[in-house]
């Protein structure tokens, strides 16, 4: 919030949907589209849902959790500035990069996350400080549609924000769960 100026702070989640033709896995090439001159990466944690969630307490969400992977939120930004919404910035083919792997055992409460854009340590945090946390995230939304087995929820992402370029690599590390690591390419015409 503050790394992007924004006036005020959200009383709920803003929620945002990606296809499942933007997800790819580990090591996957993540494709700069022609349309866009300006890629961020967002590194997260998402929740990966177990069951049939609806209408569910935050005191219960945890039972609805299958575990936790790392997810970089990778987004066109000249897009979702002429836009003014989000869908098309966050929608692309390869735009969902999750992994390594679910693990079922993390304290999502208090995990360590880094970005790191060529080696370089661009993002620094603990889920400790997410402005809303996964029980109170994932009950929002299961308030607002029907949640199902293998649903992931992106978390959102620490301040450190900054542009991909064709050639780079993006790495997003979340202690407890591991690396996931993707290389920006060329879109093929």
């Avoid at 970089?72 to 869908?87: E, S």
């Avoid at 735009?95 to 854009?117: K, N, Q, S, V, W």
Wanted: aromatic share 6%; glycine share 8%.
């Amino acid at each position: 919030i503050e790394e992007v100026g924004a006036r005020f702070t959200p009383a709920n989640p803003i929620l945002v949907f990606k296809p499942p033709t933007a997800v790819i896995g580990p090591e996957d090439g993540i494709i700069y589209p022609d349309s866009s001159d300006h890629l961020d990466y967002e590194g997260e944690l998402a929740v990966v849902m177990k069951r049939r969630a609806h209408r569910v307490p935050a005191a219960e969400v945890k039972d609805y959790i299958l575990g936790y992977t790392c997810l970089n939120d990778v987004t066109c930004r000249d897009h979702q500035r002429q836009d003014r919404q989000w869908t098309r910035s966050k929608a692309y083919d390869t735009f969902c990069p999750i992994g390594p792997c679910i693990e079922t055992e993390l304290d999502a409460d208090h995990a360590d996350l880094e970005t790191r854009r060529n080696g370089e340590l661009k993002q620094q945090a603990n889920t400790s400080d997410m402005l809303f946390p996964v029980p109170e995230l994932v009950s929002f939304v299961s308030f607002v549609m029907t949640l199902l087995p293998g649903d992931v929820i992106a978390t959102g992402t620490p301040q450190g924000i900054s542009e991909l370029k064709v050639g780079d690599t993006i790495e997003v590390t979340i202690g407890g769960i591991g690396a996931l690591r993707n290389h920006v390419v060329r879109q093929l015409k």
